[in-house]
């Protein structure tokens, strides 16, 4: 890290902040001295990530939004800009900022629908919406304001984006936002910011929580290492992608499925 980035704040923004995912990427990138604007839905959920913060609690601020808003991109633009954060090229020289934004991770999911025959429009705009859609709206907001450090964008996909799901809603949704990952990749490549998408496999979280005992064991028998991931298992090569440590990997996929599906 050098001594421009020592003196400044470095900020995150953390869709889906309170799920498994998010609430890990969170505790870890606190923990190692980001400031992060935690997005949520839900203000209790989102007051109960503070909480588990613990002393790192003050390095983390909350804002609630829906995804599925056309104005949630400027809307988590104005938080930061109210944080202090400079998000302007002409406003100053990079290296007299205090706060600068250095990163933004996708975590926020929803996972609704049926198969080809039976989805429907309302669970498929949804996950649309919710699942790419707000993420090219946060990217298109923010990404000026990235080329200032510059930073990095990392985007939480699927491999059933690859290989397909009976939820045709949610295989395609991830399909998409991978394509999204790479175009991004490559219009942010001349800034110097880097885009890229992790592929998390079978992981403790809510959305795996209502899952049977059997389900589960099935699952986890079918990755190479005989089990699930623990959320803190996905959060470290996120913030590994937006570390100084990954400076040249951009447009790539990370799988960290546990050699669930091999080759990806």
């Given at each position: 890290m050098n001594q421009e980035q020592m003196t400044t704040k470095r900020w995150c923004v953390v869709t889906g902040a309170t799920g498994g995912i998010g609430t890990a990427v969170v505790l870890r990138l606190v923990s190692t001295g980001w400031y992060v604007l935690a997005i949520g839905r839900r203000p209790a959920a989102l007051q109960g990530?503070?909480?588990?913060?613990?002393?790192?609690?003050?390095?983390?601020?909350?804002?609630?939004?829906?995804?599925?808003?056309?104005?949630?991109?400027?809307?988590?633009?104005?938080?930061?800009?109210?944080l202090g954060v400079s998000l302007e090229a002409g406003g100053g020289r990079r290296e007299h900022a205090e706060a600068l934004l250095a990163g933004v991770v996708h975590c926020a999911a929803v996972s609704c629908g049926e198969d080809a025959a039976r989805i429907q429009d309302e669970d498929w705009c949804t996950s649309m919406e919710v699942n790419v859609g707000a993420a090219m709206r946060v990217n298109r907001a923010l990404v000026g304001a990235l080329g200032l450090l510059p930073g990095a964008?990392?985007?939480?996909?699927?491999?059933?984006?690859?290989?397909?799901?009976?939820?045709?809603?949610?295989?395609?949704s991830k399909a998409a936002l991978h394509g999204l990952s790479v175009a991004t990749a490559a219009y942010c490549g001349p800034m110097g910011v880097r885009v890229n998408t992790v592929l998390p496999?079978?992981?403790?979280?809510?959305?795996?929580?209502?899952?049977?005992?059997e389900r589960q064991a099935e699952v986890a028998a079918s990755t190479m290492l005989g089990?699930?991931?623990?959320?803190s298992e996905v959060a470290g090569p996120i913030a590994f992608l937006l570390s100084d440590e990954a400076s040249f990997i951009t447009g790539s996929v990370l799988s960290v499925t546990g050699g669930a599906y091999p080759g990806i």
């Open positions: 990530l503070q909480k588990l913060c613990g002393s790192d609690a003050s390095r983390v601020s909350s804002h609630l939004v829906d995804l599925r808003s056309v104005d949630c991109g400027e809307s988590i633009r104005r938080a930061l800009a109210a964008i990392v985007h939480v996909g699927s491999p059933v984006g690859i290989v397909g799901a009976r939820k045709v809603s949610y295989a395609s496999g079978p992981t403790h979280t809510p959305m795996t929580a209502d899952w049977s005992a089990r699930m991931a623990e959320p």
